[in-house]
């Protein structure tokens, strides 16, 4: 009852300040100085709502006031959208095993939007708390969210981190709509490495329509989102290179070039471990397994790295030595699994040992197997054996990882 008849007197006091406030006849600083105290007062707002949600939780309130959940009560009563809301709860319940967190939102040295990041991601992995702190305390609320993103993405085997690669995968989508204005909208969810190839395509279009667009003098610069939209239009509608066609007798250039940073140890681990990084720059975390498989024929440029030194640069699609490619196409015209004929669109597969571990390319060492196929190698634990004339698919022991729907 103390806590509610103090927060009772904060209420009333608020009220009589913004009964009273008029910005206009205070000084700029003083403004600037007003606005950094309701900051601070807000920070501990949120974390006296965050202390007491899940003891709320517990009542019977939202269900007698007619609410599905304590989140949609809560949404209600915080006059905020429900996905919001069921942070909060989520949060509230995670902080009970975050004790240094609950300090700092006790302090008001943190607020709710860094504490969404840190609860869960501290939660799965607690020796990482401190340090997710303290970046909470020098970084951006972005450069918190994506180092909680990489905490998350730590699983403590290949095993784990292709697991919860499938589990994207298998709830990838792509839905369209209209609103009632007449524009139509979509909205995807896709695994890390599909979607840097969509973000590397669309920014390759995007410029080259920027380019040529600047060939006209009477076009109006428009902004980069605006080029991106244009981009995406063009390349479903099969018009690439900005409206142009390319220079005759010019080479097809890959549409995406994705680069990847990955501690050089996690590469030869086969997984990343809590502080390692394995992920695409600008878009976030990928298994080590991904980058393994497109270190031999992917438009990649990765970067092994130790702490912040580069160790090596390979531009990957650059790999293969064209007599080896060559060779490789007349050995193996369609996918080599038995039973699958496919002929188009295969990817050379290092069988017997990882370029990673191996970093040769030879004939003997390669395989080209189908995009399906080569994903149940990469993503499903299956292993290609035997060797040109008796190939085999030997399905993983401890069960199928892969979801192909």
Not at 46 to 51: I, N, R, S, T, Y
Not at 223 to 252: F, I, N, Q
Not at 299 to 309: E, P, R
């Amino acid at each position: 009852m103390v806590v509610l008849a103090e927060l009772s007197k904060v209420s009333r006091v608020l009220d009589v300040v913004l009964a009273d406030a008029d910005p206009d006849v205070v000084a700029t600083a003083h403004a600037a100085d007003i606005v950094e105290k309701a900051a601070e007062v807000v920070r501990k707002a949120q974390a006296v709502v965050l202390l007491f949600t899940k003891r709320a939780a517990e009542s019977v309130r939202w269900r007698d006031e007619g609410h599905k959940s304590p989140a949609s009560w809560l949404a209600e009563t915080t006059k905020a959208p429900l996905g919001e809301a069921i942070a909060m709860v989520e949060t509230a319940q995670a902080l009970q095993d975050l004790p240094d967190t609950t300090d700092a939102l006790r302090s008001g040295a943190l607020s709710f939007a860094q504490a969404k990041y840190i609860a869960p991601a501290a939660r799965t992995h607690p020796e990482a708390e401190t340090e997710l702190l303290r970046t909470a305390g020098e970084d951006s609320v972005k450069g918190l969210r994506d180092a909680c993103t990489r905490v998350h993405a730590v699983k403590g085997s290949a095993h784990g981190e292709i697991a919860a690669r499938n589990a994207v995968h298998a709830a990838r989508y792509l839905r369209t709509w209209t609103e009632a204005d007449g524009a139509f909208r979509l909205d995807a969810k896709l695994t890390c490495d599909a979607g840097a190839q969509v973000k590397s395509a669309l920014q390759a279009e995007a410029d080259a329509i920027f380019k040529a667009a600047r060939l006209r003098p009477d076009t109006e610069r428009e902004s980069p989102d605006a080029y991106r939209a244009d981009a995406l239009v063009a390349l479903v509608a099969g018009r690439p290179h900005g409206g142009a066609a390319p220079p005759a007798g010019a080479p097809a250039a890959p549409t995406a070039t994705v680069h990847v940073r990955v501690d050089a140890t996690a590469l030869r681990r086969g997984h990343a471990r809590l502080g390692e990084v394995c992920e695409i720059a600008g878009v976030g975390p990928v298994p080590v397994a991904t980058v393994r498989r497109q270190l031999s024929d992917a438009a990649v440029k990765y970067f092994a790295v130790k702490g912040a030194d580069v160790l090596s640069v390979c531009h990957v699609g650059r790999t293969i030595p064209a007599h080896v490619a060559s060779a490789l196409q007349e050995r193996d015209p369609v996918c080599v699994v038995p039973g699958c004929s496919v002929a188009t669109g295969l990817e050379a597969h290092h069988w017997e040992v990882d370029y990673a571990d191996c970093r040769t390319t030879s004939l003997a060492a390669l395989a080209r197997i189908c995009a399906f196929h080569h994903d149940l190698v990469t993503y499903g634990e299956y292993k290609l054996e035997g060797g040109p004339g008796k190939w085999g698919l030997r399905p993983p022991p401890d069960g199928d990882l892969w979801d192909s729907s």
